[in-house]
């Protein structure tokens, strides 16, 4: 079990040497910085630390062959989160250059397409959020139903916020899925 140390200059240090693992790839410093814990890269990191789910945190920091490694040791794909932000939503909301490689890695893994996260979105809303055609080509591919709801808030699908938006190309894609006349996102 990993002791949170009460001073807080002890506690920026814990912090850094996980965050530099993290930024690092390094999977052995990694788990020896959260306590040795067996099964570490699937357990809730300590709160006080405010660093959530190891799959998450590397999700923004890691590296995505360490995004790998962590989902092959037994991460899960759909861990629960209390953020709004499961696995291929936070990668969605990254700036990151290679976050649809990411969202691949995840679904590869075994993350499910139809996830649902803040405002009960799934990766379709999100991915017609930041109008990204080829982000719905990949999750369409991967099984995502763009039938789906929000269940709260105005009880939209993807096609029918891509609509609001303007967003034709997207909207063409989600459309023609719905239909039975995509190519099934590719």
Same mark, same amino acid.
């Given at each position: 079990?990993?002791? *949170? ?12 040497? *996980? ?16 306590? %040795? ?12 630390? %405010? ?10 920091? +890691? ?10 040791? %037994? +991460? ?16 969605? +909301? ?93």
């Amino acid at each position: 079990m990993l002791e *949170i140390p009460e001073d807080r200059c002890e506690r920026h240090r814990l912090f850094k040497a *996980i965050d530099d693992a993290f930024k690092a790839g390094d999977f052995e410093g990694l788990g020896v910085a959260l306590g %040795g814990s067996p099964g570490w890269f699937d357990e809730q990191m300590p709160f006080e630390l %405010g660093l959530g789910h190891p799959l998450e945190y590397a999700i923004y920091w +890691s590296p995505a062959a360490f995004i790998s490694i962590l989902l092959d040791a %037994g +991460s899960d794909p759909n861990y629960h989160h209390h953020s709004g932000f499961p696995a291929i939503i936070a990668a969605l +909301s990254t700036d990151r250059a290679d976050r649809l490689e990411i969202v691949r890695i995840l679904i590869d893994g075994g993350a499910d397409p139809n996830m649902r996260g803040v405002n009960d979105w799934t990766p379709l809303h999100y991915a017609v959020a930041i109008r990204s055609v080829d982000t719905i080509r990949l999750l369409l591919a991967a099984g995502a139903d763009p039938s789906l709801e929000t269940r709260i808030d105005d009880y939209t699908t993807a096609l029918e916020d891509a609509d609001n938006a303007g967003f034709e190309a997207g909207a063409s894609l989600l459309r023609d899925a719905m239909t039975g006349h995509g190519s099934n996102g590719r």
